[in-house]
């Protein structure tokens, strides 16, 4: 493998299984094993698991953060019916991946929140670069008279974005869609008014 | 220690290193040690690691389903009073410890769903335990007109309890408790118009 492959097939491969098992408990080795990449060769491209650790979540980052411009700056439809086609987007993704994983940044914050405060810290600006991009939306939405202007569109964007993950992780316990489900009729039909 | 002292103790102990450190990354070993006993006595009252992981569940879902009914079924004040009292008091105790640990159970799902079918069997039917207990309170708040007849209090127990699952795990990634006041304020000023 060239050098470029071989640092993006260590990222993938850490980035499935830091899905599937979590960052500690998650061996260097097994990544390793499971790329046929050399030892000396990961430490070329990271200094340490917590280095590796945090570049998997940069570029978990910029792909969400991609993803959710794709949708939520799509200026063709109304800003509220963005953010509803957004969330169908990620639903049918989890449906199809049989409710597993859930997100994997949701994911390592509840591990190491705790435990790594170079992990929170990204972690926590990652969370309010997608709240921004809510507010920016529900803002759009207020400007356009498609939500009230009496909502506080900053409390809304922190609750939206709390409760999705909060889907997510019922989704990985009951293995059903259901909780997503639940998650848009309330937030659109009850929260958002729409 | 008597017999049922260092069964309590290692339960004890072990429920601490589950809520810090998560499943997988905590070691039987640790626990002998942090304890003073010896590996035989962990194995003559569990049989594994994992029977002693779901035995802590069970402790925390008893303790909760306690702390729940102490909140839920006082009926001295009305049905949506005692639910915001509930949230109140968790919100005391989550702030008090810094915001740190989160909820077990919901930690443990994070964790453990893809991983293992006990633990995610479990940890599903505690949720529905605490879901119905939300249920019944909303049907009470609907039965003296308190919450509006036209809501379905099924759906709205699965978003209250997958809500506060997720502001949890923003409170514990933004070490403020900000996240649990907003899940307050979206749910009972706009969700179930308190």
């Given at each position: 493998m060239g050098k470029d492959t071989t640092k993006i097939a260590l990222l993938k491969t850490g980035t499935r299984f830091?899905?599937?098992?979590?960052?500690n408990h998650t061996g260097i080795q097994e990544i390793l094993?499971?790329?046929g990449v050399p030892k000396g060769s990961f430490y070329y491209y990271f200094k340490s698991k917590e280095d590796f650790g945090l570049e998997i979540i940069e570029n978990d980052a910029r792909e969400h953060n991609q993803f959710l411009d794709k949708y939520?700056?799509?200026e063709t439809i109304s800003p509220l019916?963005?953010?509803?086609?957004?969330?169908?987007?990620?639903?049918?993704?989890?449906a199809s991946l049989q409710c597993r994983e859930g997100c994997l940044l949701g994911n390592l914050g509840q591990e190491l929140a705790d435990q790594n405060e170079r992990f929170r810290l990204r972690l926590e600006s990652i969370f309010a670069e997608w709240r921004d991009r809510y507010i920016d939306c529900l803002q759009q939405a207020q400007a356009i008279g498609e939500l009230s202007p009496d909502l506080d569109v900053h409390?809304?964007?922190?609750?939206?974005?709390n409760s999705w993950e909060g889907a997510l992780q019922q989704m990985k316990v009951t293995k059903s869609p259901a909780p997503l489900q639940t998650f848009m009729s309330v937030m659109f039909d009850v929260v958002l008014k729409r």
């Open positions: 830091l899905k599937e098992k979590g960052y094993q499971a790329t939520l700056k799509d019916t963005r953010l509803q086609r957004y969330f169908e987007a990620k639903y049918e993704e989890f409390i809304l964007a922190d609750f939206c974005l």
